[in-house]
């Protein structure tokens, strides 16, 4: 069974530039959920996608924005970047049944932003 | 609301020595606690997670953590580390959907 997949890997963007990354979840899974890891914040939620609907959104501004398509493949835009969005972009994919469920992290998009 | 602490950022311990990972957690609902652990570069792996029945949850690789309602804690413990163990490991709990509050996480350091 192929593991949560997260293109690309690494990257390095221009303050003001916009970014996309992408998520394929573990085939079956319907939930994706985008987190953001920095040194300083830690792991911090961004948003939660299940069917194709947001379901969960955290505390980012509007220039986070994410979407799922009709195969449960998620993708998490940044427009304007910014130095401080310089981080560990993580995907989560969940087989979601409860919340007692766990999550399966891809190995994540390290975005650098000069 | 939902919250974790991690009381301790570095924990460095020798090789075959025990070690236990402090997590303190702040939870106005049914309770699901989670351990991940992740190495340089990677994402994060499960490690082991309590759901509810028996308070101690054992992992496959020697890990085990016990859930303490009173204490409102789920430490983790080995009774002896590998220079493999090298991590940072995150306690999280879960909430509605699939979200994950994460401590700050513990960087374990394993010394020959």
């Known amino acids: 069974k192929a593991g949560v997949t997260q293109t690309p890997r690494y990257l390095i963007k221009t303050r003001g530039q916009q970014v996309t990354l992408s998520c394929s979840p573990i085939?079956?899974?319907?939930?994706v959920s985008w987190y953001q890891q920095t040194p300083g914040q830690g792991l911090q939620f961004l948003f939660e996608y299940f069917s194709e609907t947001q379901r969960n959104k955290g505390n980012f501004p509007g220039r986070f924005s994410g979407r799922q398509f009709s195969n449960s493949r998620s993708e998490m835009n940044v427009s304007t970047l910014e130095l401080g969005d310089s981080a560990l972009y993580l995907c989560?994919?969940?087989?979601?049944?409860?919340?007692?469920?766990?999550?399966?992290f891809g190995q994540g998009t390290r975005l650098t932003v000069v | 609301a939902q919250s974790v602490t991690q009381l301790d950022s570095q924990v460095p311990v020798f090789e075959e020595a025990p070690v236990e990972l402090r997590c303190n957690y702040s939870?106005?609902?049914?309770?699901?606690l989670f351990w991940y652990v992740q190495y340089p570069n990677q994402g994060l792996q499960l490690l082991l997670k309590y759901l509810s029945g028996s308070t101690l949850v054992e992992s496959i690789n020697g890990f085990e953590a016990e859930f303490n309602k009173s204490q409102t804690s789920f430490h983790l413990r080995k009774p002896s580390v590998h220079i493999s163990d090298t991590a940072e490991y995150f306690c999280?709990?879960?909430?509605?959907?699939?979200?994950?509050?994460f401590g700050t996480g513990t960087s374990l350091t394993v010394i020959p």
């Open positions: 939870s106005s609902v049914s309770v699901y």
């Open positions: 999280a709990v879960s909430s509605t959907g699939n979200q994950f509050y």
């Open positions: 085939s079956g899974h319907r939930s």
């Open positions: 989560a994919s969940s087989g979601w049944t409860g919340p007692n469920t766990e999550a399966f």
